[in-house]
């Protein structure tokens, strides 16, 4: 059964991830925007690099915190498991309906067919509160469902749309995939960081690319960007 929002996917643990997902983005942001800044360029794509470092960032912090994380092929990179669901950050390139072909790469549309990893001993929730409890599956109701199952896990897709001039949104939800046409969709969508004012927004054009190598500008001095082709 697919969760109807991240908060219920991801059950006692969706406050923490919420915290860690918000320190994690917000500090690679101003380190990409103060690069970018000091490189005096007038194009984005080694901005929009900061794609990797979000996973990875993002991997670190929350099995640093006792999570588990999965390792999708063929790319290799590895997402943290919470709650039996995976939580892929993914900065959303500045093209339409870029939601629609998120599973466009085969590492991402892997994702979709990930199994759980083995039980933990211990729910990191109750690690940190300083107790085990017996009474408590590993991983939670949820997880242990999924694991007599043999399901799938649950995608929690954050969102991250930003240029180099500023972080525009910080948005998540569950992201389902419809395997006959190969599109996403997104249950639950629900904002959960954005500018404080109207004078914050990001008034600048400029294009994102969320993984693989830029094509340089063809006949403006504008940044351009293909789809994504990590493997």
Avoid at 20 to 34: E, K, P, Q
Wanted: overall charge negative.
């Amino acid at each position: 059964m697919v969760p109807n929002s991240p908060t219920d996917a991801l059950g006692p643990h969706a406050q923490t991830v919420r915290d860690v997902l918000l320190g994690v983005i917000r500090s690679r942001h101003n380190r990409f925007a103060d690069a970018h800044q000091v490189a005096g360029t007038r194009y984005s794509m080694a901005f929009g690099s900061q794609w990797r470092d979000l996973l990875d960032d993002t991997n670190d912090a929350l099995t640093g915190r006792g999570f588990q994380s999965q390792k999708l092929t063929p790319a290799g990179y590895k997402i943290p498991v919470v709650h039996d669901c995976l939580v892929y950050v993914w900065r959303v390139p500045g093209s339409a309906d870029a939601v629609s072909f998120f599973a466009s790469s085969p590492t991402r549309k892997n994702g979709f067919a990930a199994s759980p990893p083995p039980p933990m001993l211990f729910d990191p929730v109750l690690v940190d509160e300083g107790r085990a409890d017996d009474d408590v599956p590993p991983g939670g109701e949820l997880g242990q469902t999924l694991r007599a199952a043999g399901d799938k896990m649950p995608v929690v897709l954050v969102m991250v749309e930003s240029s180099p001039w500023q972080l525009q949104s910080i948005s998540w939800g569950v992201a389902v995939l419809d395997e006959t046409t190969g599109k996403v969709e997104v249950r639950g969508l629900e904002s959960i960081w954005e500018p404080t004012s109207d004078t914050d927004r990001d008034t600048s054009s400029g294009d994102s690319f969320d993984s693989g190598t830029p094509v340089g500008p063809s006949v403006e001095p504008r940044p351009q960007e293909r789809p994504s082709t990590d493997d």
